[in-house]
């Protein structure tokens, strides 16, 4: 089943300015997109990541905001074959929300990344 779209925090990883900004993600297709608007001092983060280009997804602890939080770090490849970690943590308000969305989005992309490469990608 595929996670509802959401906000999200970008934590870093890619080769741009500004960490920790909201962002929205979501699946478009056969794609994960995640969108992070400019903010003072950052650039705007504007991805597309096609599941055949993703690698590994691993979670990582941040206590360093005040929050027990958990990070998603997403290893994808861009079409130069240059690896990159995305690291980012769906958020909402209620903390036990936070982390069943956190659990859904880790649990879809940990299944797509395990799915033989022959299978197609379905919709339920």
């Known amino acids: 089943m595929l996670p509802r779209p959401c906000n999200a925090y970008y934590y870093g990883g890619l ?21 992070v ?11 597309r990541i096609p599941f055949s280009r993703m690698e590994k997804i691993f979670l990582t602890r941040d206590n360093y ?12 490849r861009d079409p130069d074959g240059k690896s990159f970690t995305l ?9 036990r929300r936070r982390i069943a969305l956190q659990k859904v989005w880790f649990d879809f992309l ?14 339920l």
């Open 37 to 47: 608007p400019e903010g003072k001092g950052g650039e705007r983060v504007d991805l």
């Open 87 to 95: 690291r980012f943590a769906p958020v909402t308000i209620i903390p």
């Open 110 to 123: 940990s299944d797509t990344l395990n799915r033989p490469a022959g299978d197609a990608f379905r919709l």
């Open 15 to 35: 080769p741009v300015k500004g960490a920790r900004r909201k962002g929205r993600l979501w699946v478009e297709g056969e794609a994960v997109c995640f969108d």
């Open 65 to 76: 905001y005040g929050t027990d939080t958990s990070l998603l770090n997403l290893v994808f």
